[in-house]
């Protein structure tokens, strides 16, 4: 026989279970989605620094670069855009006060400092300061130079504003014998920015034509407190042509601006033990060779910390290359000696 209270009790019960029951599952979802919250916060965290460790970049190097988003264009053609110098010290980017007209969208409107590529000291030099002091000050005697250097008319003109005149003379009258200068209509001068380089005096300026896009160049101020502009870097003046030094393989240096990177492809012969091997090519040329170097030589150091400075990736150089000997095919040369620093050779120490 079935006890009246205790079958009065059994709905309660139940209602109570299905609700403990309800409850527990309940608990049991947020405590579910809650892991699955932390785990893809985990994942996404995870994958965020994986993603910016690879894309993270040396702002210095990119503060440094010549793009196309900064509009600061090596001759005014956007493949040019390696920095002038791969190494100086710190380029400090101040808020300079750019006439309106010259301003663009993306160009340089904001603060930096920072070290660039290759640290060549902890401060100045006493007797030469290490950068030009105060430049907005200074703008009419840098656009003087700027502006007399693009409006020479003949090459004793532009050798009075350009650097190093008695050793670049010999090298523009060979370069000009193959390359006409392109008549320009000087419009203003741009941007101009201090380079810290221990022992020297540098800028970068910027001159904007009313027929050309702007040019980028690399400046120095001299003991007497005038301006000349680095021709050489300007052109990118290299002692031969990048198609007949691969066609006829000399095994005599020959000194060139490059653009290096790391092989994306193996080279088609294997270069000595111990070598490392560089992508190498022309800014004006897009015909690949490949180089080797030895890392482990002292006088290689400067080129090794350029190129990691760079990441490896597109870095300017200036470099003396031969052929260790006929290859048959021209792709295989070698690195003889690194000088300056990206495309600009601050001593006069070129034969």
């Known amino acids: 026989m079935t006890n009246p209270s205790i079958a009065d009790n059994d709905p309660p019960r139940r209602s109570r279970a299905r609700r403990r029951e309800a409850m527990i599952n309940a608990i049991a979802t947020v405590l579910g989605c809650m892991a699955l919250v932390v785990m893809i916060a985990t994942v996404v965290r995870v994958v965020m620094v994986k993603l910016w460790e690879s894309a993270k970049v040396n702002p210095d190097y990119v503060q440094s670069v010549y793009d196309k988003d900064l509009e600061r264009r090596w001759s005014g053609k956007t493949k040019e855009n390696p ?40 401060g100045s030099i006493a007797e030469t300061p290490s950068l030009i002091q105060d430049i907005d000050s200074k703008r009419p005697k840098i656009e003087h130079a700027v502006r007399g250097f693009f409006e020479a008319a003949s090459l004793d003109q ?21 390359h006409a200068q392109q008549p320009l209509e000087w419009k203003s001068l741009g941007w101009v920015l201090p380079v810290e380089e221990e022992g020297y005096r540098l800028g970068y300026a910027q001159a904007i034509f009313a027929n050309a896009e702007p040019v980028s160049l690399i400046i120095e101020e001299k003991d007497d407190g005038s301006f000349r502009v680095d021709w050489e870097s300007s052109v990118r003046y290299s002692e031969a042509n990048w198609e007949e030094f691969i066609k006829t393989q000399p095994t005599a240096p020959k000194l060139f601006r490059v653009i290096a990177s790391k092989p994306q492809n193996s080279p088609p012969d294997s270069p000595p033990m111990g070598s490392e091997v560089l992508e190498i090519k022309h800014p004006d040329d897009n015909d690949v060779i490949y180089a080797y170097f030895d890392r482990k030589d002292p006088k290689f150091q400067p080129l090794l910390q350029q190129l990691q400075t760079g990441n490896w990736k597109d870095v300017p150089l ?28 601050l001593h006069g120490t070129r034969s």
Do not use: F
Not at 160 to 166: A, F, V
């Open 158 to 178: 532009k050798l009075l504003y350009s650097r190093d005149p008695s050793r670049v003379r010999p090298l523009m009258e060979n370069y000009y014998e193959s």
């Open 83 to 122: 920095a002038l110098l791969n190494g100086a010290s710190d380029v400090h980017v101040p808020e300079t006060r750019i006439q309106a007209e010259t301003v663009r969208p993306g160009e340089i409107t904001t603060t930096h400092k920072g070290t660039d590529r290759l640290p060549l000291g902890n």
């Open 318 to 345: 200036t470099l003396r290359l031969c052929y260790p000997g006929p290859t048959g095919n021209g792709k295989n040369a070698r690195i003889a000696a690194v000088e300056g620093k990206g495309w600009l050779i």
